[in-house]
């Protein structure tokens, strides 16, 4: 996969119409709409500064949240999930997409950005077309939330070109769509010129750097729930880093592979071969792989529950493992000391529970006294770290939750490889 793309600083934009992808998914009150952290949008406003200040026009587009773009398919899914079919009507399944309508984010964007936000009533439709042949540099137009559009999700290419029709340039700056090959995030750049945003901009120099060309040594910290959910990034990194740590659930798979007692601690035993043979290809490569030594276990999954330590290999039977323990961290520790740079997936253990969280505080305080190059992906990594207040200490947080994951599996990112090479 090719990092080095063009960005909207390698190309003119005076006078252009600009469609510009962002991630405007914000979280939103259930009942009343109103946006309860603007932060995504927030993290547009360099790019849209930026065009706007250089002479352009902008045309942003997002989706927001999960809408059904066809009847039939919101029946299929409200009834899936135990709704009476008989009470879903063409009226509620429109208030749903009510809901997921793009005006409290024109709103925001308005109040945020000090000037006036277009807003369009669709996406390719009448409005949209009309207000953006009128829109004059310096402006701001929002479409309509993308995914109203049936062929959003499955690439259509008349919608994509519809959407292209619109606007002179392309700008992605949605990292957390990237691994989506959808009208908006990868369809559009087959019909206008593509570049990046500044947002997806540090992502490819800071991620792809690391993967590409990283600092030595490189340590990867990885953790989080199952072992299943990563084997992607364990296979890539294997091939890259030059150490490997496991924490969090994933770790109790490995050490029953190597014969150790886990209790009643996640366990995927269909992967107990897959844990060994990565075992085996890390030693052949000569990469150095730590697993927890010590456990912080307990009765049950649950906040209030007795932190006791076990050895990795001796975890009692009635007694699951929820964090890494003292000896551990202290290994964990030491491996970054020295480290060029670090990529950290996936906590060291539920760290949801004040009393199972040190683990992964410790490695997060490791991570900020460290000298290296310190990367966080995953959403609830970066989660994690915000929560336990070392945000500030890393040199970069993935804003994409999937797509970090694929960027670090060193996938194919549609979003990405459509954007012209640098
Ligand atoms: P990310 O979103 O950063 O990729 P994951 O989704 O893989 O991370 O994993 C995060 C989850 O893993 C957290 O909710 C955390 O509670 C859970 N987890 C970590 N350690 C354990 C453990 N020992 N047992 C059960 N769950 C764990
Ligand atoms: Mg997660």
């Not at 593509?194 to 990867?220: N, Q, T």
């Not at 290994?331 to 539920?350: C, F, H, L, Q, S």
Request: net charge negative; aromatic share 6%; with cysteine.
């Amino acid at each position: 996969m090719n990092y080095n793309k063009k960005t909207v600083k390698d190309v003119d934009v005076k006078g252009k119409k600009v469609l510009l992808r962002c991630d405007f998914n914000v979280p939103q009150d259930k009942v009343t709409g109103a946006i309860t952290d603007d932060k995504r949008i927030r993290a547009a406003l360099p790019t849209i500064q930026y065009l706007l200040d250089n002479g352009a026009s902008v045309i942003a587009c997002s989706h927001l949240g999960k809408p059904e773009a066809s009847f039939d398919k919101w029946v299929k899914k409200q009834t899936e999930k135990g709704k009476d079919p008989a009470s879903l009507t063409e009226e509620k399944w429109k208030k749903s997409l009510d809901a997921l309508r793009m005006e409290p984010v024109a709103e925001r964007l308005s109040q945020l950005l000090g000037r006036e936000v277009i807003l369009a009533a669709d996406v390719v439709g009448p409005d949209a077309k009309a207000k953006a042949a009128a829109l004059q540099p310096g402006q701001v137009m929002l479409l309509q939330n993308t995914r109203f559009e049936k062929g959003e999700t499955k690439n259509d290419p008349d919608l994509a070109k519809a959407m292209a029709d619109m606007a002179e340039l392309y700008v992605s700056d949605a990292f957390g769509s990237v691994h989506r090959a959808h009208a908006s995030t990868a369809g559009v750049a087959a019909y206008l010129p593509a570049v990046s945003g500044f947002l997806i901009a540090k992502e490819l120099e800071i991620m792809g750097g690391a993967l590409a060309s990283p600092k030595r040594p490189l340590v990867a910290i990885l953790g989080g729930s199952k072992v299943s959910s990563k084997i992607g990034v364990i296979n890539n990194l294997l091939d890259i880093a030059d150490t490997i740590i496991i924490g969090g659930g994933m770790a109790y798979t490995f050490a029953r592979a190597q014969g150790g007692s886990v209790g009643k601690s996640l366990l995927e035993a269909d992967w107990l071969d897959y844990c060994n043979d990565m075992l085996k290809k890390a030693a052949e490569k000569g990469v150095k792989f730590l697993l927890p030594v010590d456990n912080l276990c307990a009765a049950e999954f649950s906040a209030d529950a007795q932190p006791v330590l076990h050895g990795a290999m001796d975890i009692p039977e009635d007694m699951m493992g929820m964090d890494i323990g003292p000896k551990t961290v202290a290994a964990y520790t030491e491996a970054v000391k020295d480290a060029g740079t670090v990529i950290w997936n996936g906590p060291m253990g539920v760290f949801e529970f004040p009393a199972f969280a040190e683990g992964t505080r410790a490695v997060a305080s490791a991570l900020a006294e460290t000298d290296a190059i310190t990367i966080i992906g995953g959403g609830d990594s970066a989660a994690a770290v915000a929560q336990l207040g070392y945000a500030d200490k890393m040199t970069h947080i993935s804003t994409g939750g999937g797509a970090s994951l694929e960027f670090l599996e060193g996938k194919e990112l549609p979003g990405v490889a459509c954007l012209l090479d640098a």
